[in-house]
């Protein structure tokens, strides 16, 4: 299992919009897409198409015009990181089963580590779930791994 370029790219991208409302450096205005772009070597293009999907979900709002661009729709505090990949992804599922009625198995049956992978999948979602785009800004990942160890 693992996640996909899309999940990556908007995570990043949405945390380097975080870090410059946070820091300061934008002051009131939006950040644009090409700035971003450069700054995290993702193409314009492929941003453009995960901004549209964010803006969608309601996790940024555009700008237009002079100083123009995205901001965050809510405070980094109040955005998760498992928003930020469904919203331009599927959910994030260890299973090679397309849906829940229908088993992995040729004959419609469910293989014998189904509910493992299942349950691997719901738990990363929780946890996805329960870091916040500040948490990634401020590093408090890694200070957590940090005391853990």
């Not at 405070?75 to 992995?104: F, L």
């Not at 293989?111 to 785009?133: F, K, N, P, R």
Request: net charge positive; proline share 1%.
């Amino acid at each position: 299992m693992r996640l996909s370029t899309k999940g990556r790219y908007a995570v990043m991208a949405m945390t380097d919009l975080a870090r410059r409302q946070d820091d300061g450096t934008e002051g009131e205005r939006a950040v644009s897409l090409a700035d971003i772009a450069a700054r995290q070597e993702i193409s314009l293009s492929y941003l453009e198409q995960l901004f549209a999907r964010l803006r969608r979900r309601g996790l940024v709002l555009s700008l237009r015009g002079p100083g123009g661009g995205y901001r965050l729709a809510r405070s980094a505090a109040e955005t998760n990181i498992a928003e930020i990949v469904m919203a331009v992804d599927e959910p994030i599922r260890a299973t090679r089963c397309a849906t829940h009625g229908k088993g992995c198995m040729a004959k419609g049956e469910r293989c014998l580590t189904h509910d493992l992978w299942e349950e691997m999948g719901q738990q990363i979602q929780g946890y996805l779930a329960s870091v916040s785009l500040q948490d990634v800004v401020t590093g408090r990942l890694t200070q957590a791994r940090t005391v853990a160890a």
